[in-house]
């Protein structure tokens, strides 16, 4: 696990913003801190990113208030890097890719907000830039959305399709427990 | 329309391939081959995407037969360019990008194979690119897959989900029958 980033996406107060709708994983948050103490425990690179909206209705733009605020169960120390990004995927408009080759990270455990937009996007592209990618199932959640028909699609059903169709193409999607356990027996 | 290019993705005889397992939109190729005939006969912009798997499984790889030949309802013409890729988004890897820049192309109408797979993440990097995306649902399709657990899940369901977390966020999910006769009103 020595080249294992922890790669936090977009945990920001903006996401408890009612407008987004219902929401699955109510205790991602929490196992999200759990790894990142973990990540600190073991001085293992833990890598921040903070999504800072142009859209001027988004909770996420720093003209509106304090959702771009990072959550404070993962806000980063004084230490540890931070990305700002504006689209989706955490490698357009960073120089997040460039970072990981200097540093010679080769692989990244992911969680943070949400599955199937950012941290779908940012996983997809990781896969494909030749990272090996942990996609953390229960440190990743998602909002109930409407399709193109306007029929709503729950949460969880959005949340399990994405994991299912990154599984094994982009990432290897696995719990906090599957990680946990495996830095206690290499550690 | 016209600064709209046709991007196929991926229409490759390998996808006829039993493993990939039950497919949804059996129409996707007869819909495809619609909008390619208009944009032909438009003179509108033409780009083919061929993925060349290095996978030694993949139909796609060109070591295993023809599977990596083009479908023959939308092969290219020997004026259309094409990109070769190897992993699933059409911009990691080619000069897609660049290519949109030079020939000032900002919009792309994509259709191709697979909804959740090359297409989702083709249309996601597009999008965050800032290109203006549509989407076309029915020139799509994708396969059954199993989720995490080992449960199927229908091509369609897949499908559906996808296009829902694609549509305002990367694209506009549009129809054929949208894209054409907005074209014939353009025309």
New interface residues.
């Given amino acids: 696990m020595n080249k294992s980033a922890l790669l936090l996406v977009d945990v920001q107060q903006g996401f408890d913003d009612p407008s987004w709708g219902q929401r699955n994983n109510p205790d991602a948050e929490q196992k999200m801190a759990q790894l990142l103490q973990a990540w600190r425990a073991l001085n293992l690179p833990v890598i921040h990113v903070q999504h800072l909206s142009t859209n001027p209705e988004s909770p996420l733009n720093p003209d509106n208030g304090t959702g771009y605020a990072f959550k404070p169960e993962t806000a980063p120390l004084a230490d540890e890097i931070i990305f700002t990004k504006n689209?989706?995927?955490a490698f357009?408009g960073t120089n997040l890719e460039s970072y990981l080759r200097e540093q010679e990270i080769e692989s990244l455990v992911i969680v943070g907000l949400t599955t199937?937009?950012c941290i779908?996007?940012t996983a997809?592209?990781a896969?494909?830039?030749g990272f090996t990618v942990q996609l953390v199932?229960d440190g990743t959640a998602t909002f109930d959305?409407?399709?193109?028909n306007g029929v709503k699609?729950s949460a969880d059903?959005?949340h399990?399709?994405?994991?299912?169709?990154l599984?094994g193409?982009?990432c290897t999607?696995v719990t906090t427990d599957d990680v946990l356990s495996r830095m206690v027996y290499q550690r």
Avoid at 160 to 165: C, F
């Fill in positions: 689209v989706n995927s357009i199937d937009h779908s996007t997809r592209m896969g494909n830039l199932a959305r409407e399709d193109v699609i059903a959005i399990q399709i994405h994991l299912a169709s599984h193409e982009f999607v």
